[in-house]
């Protein structure tokens, strides 16, 4: 009974001293892998932009697999074993496949994560837009917004840019429905223009149809009296 308690009480202590050496792993291999990404970026040339631009997701990768690596070291085959002791004691060779197995499954299992992580996340977009904007600060030389501890003007200054550019927007729209009108105002006015022509071209000829007429009559008239045909 008392073996139990202390290889449980030494489970425990294993287990907090695997997520605080963790963490501890975590930061060191983020600053190796950030001193190595600066030393390596010092000496890249202007032809190497397509490279620098995958800066940051390669140094997320760089730290996941550091991360990973030490994770595992400190899932050492005698640190699980024993925890496992009297399998261990029956059979060796056993537990050392057990641990192999073990070793495989939880990298895959790792690497999963990982992966679903960066594409449920979208990290290589918001990463590729940290590198633009980072870029765009850069190239600005003013200074970059501060919150000013009011928040009705933070609010206001975060609101104003986004009204303006919508009015901006709904005046050149404006515009352009007004020279639309405009143009189907020219064409109205051209189609009235074209139907009072036509009114005039008809009445004008109705009129010369009418005259025809008459003068005709009276050319008939005039050939064939009516008293020549009296009995």
């Known amino acids: 009974m008392e073996e139990s308690e202390v290889a449980t009480s030494k489970a425990t202590v294993d287990n907090d001293g695997i997520k605080e050496s963790s963490e501890n792993q975590m930061k060191d291999a983020t600053e190796e892998v950030s001193s190595q990404m600066s030393s390596s970026g010092s000496e890249c040339k202007p032809s190497e932009k397509t490279e620098v631009k995958h800066n940051r997701l390669k140094l997320f990768d760089k730290v996941m697999q550091k991360s990973l690596e030490r994770f595992i070291q400190h899932v050492s085959f005698n640190r699980f074993a024993s925890m496992f002791r009297p399998l261990y004691k029956k059979n060796p060779q056993m537990m050392e496949n057990i641990h192999k197995q073990f ?18 996340g979208r990290l290589e977009f918001k990463l590729n837009e940290l590198d633009k904007l980072e870029r765009a600060a850069k190239d600005n030389p003013e200074p970059a917004w501060r ?3 009011i928040p009705e003007q933070d609010f206001c200054s975060f609101l104003m840019p986004y009204y303006q550019k919508q009015e901006a927007y709904m005046r050149l729209e404006l515009k352009k429905i007004q020279a639309e009108n405009a143009a189907l105002a020219q064409k109205v006015q051209a189609g009235r223009e074209s139907i009072t022509q036509t009114e005039h071209h008809i009445s004008t000829a109705v009129e010369e149809w009418k005259a025809s007429v008459t003068e005709f009559e009276r050319l008939v008239s005039s050939l064939c009296p009516a008293d020549v045909f009296d009995v």
């Open 103 to 120: 070793i495989e499954e939880l990298q895959g299992a790792i690497k999963e994560d990982i992966n679903r992580l960066i594409e449920e």
């Open 147 to 149: 919150p000013s501890g």
